[in-house]
């Protein structure tokens, strides 16, 4: 558990670093609001993201008033063997929904980035 918060922790440090640039380019004054894409392969647990960015923007003035919303991605395979796309959540052994075969493709579900930011000028 404590793991996987100090996973999630380090993320948003991340994201406050790109933030901060993004705010510097556009010669805002503040971010007011942040959309991400969060795939389900990604391993991020969604919740303590949240909590981790609001704990962590408070140090942050440009960013003290943002509002985080987080977009999943559901977790898509395609098979290479009967060419079906099938959607899971099995991030572990997946297998083809169709023909149960392992030969499968990624399509998506492993997204981790920052998808469209308001800010304020
Ligand atoms: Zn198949």
């Known amino acids: 558990m404590r793991k996987k918060t100090?996973?999630?922790?380090?993320?948003?440090?991340g994201m406050v670093d790109e933030l901060s640039r993004i705010a510097r380019e556009n010669d805002a004054e503040k971010i007011t609001l942040v959309r991400l894409k969060?795939?389900?392969?990604?391993?991020?647990?969604?919740?303590?993201?949240?909590?981790?960015?609001?704990?962590?923007?408070?140090?942050?003035?440009?960013?003290?008033?943002?509002?985080?919303?987080?977009?999943?991605?559901?977790?898509?395979?395609?098979?290479?063997?009967?060419?079906?796309?099938?959607?899971?959540?099995?991030?572990y052994f997946?297998?083809?929904s169709n023909c149960t075969s392992y030969n499968l493709k990624i399509i998506s579900g492993e997204e981790q980035h920052i998808d469209q930011v308001e800010v304020e000028v």
Do not use: R, W
């Open 38 to 91: 969060i795939g389900k392969m990604s391993g991020i647990v969604t919740d303590s993201l949240i909590f981790a960015f609001d704990a962590i923007k408070l140090e942050h003035p440009f960013l003290s008033s943002a509002e985080i919303i987080v977009n999943e991605i559901p977790l898509i395979y395609e098979c290479n063997d009967c060419g079906i796309q099938f959607e899971t959540d099995d991030i």
């Open 6 to 13: 100090v996973h999630e922790v380090s993320i948003a440090l």
């Open 94 to 96: 997946p297998s083809c």
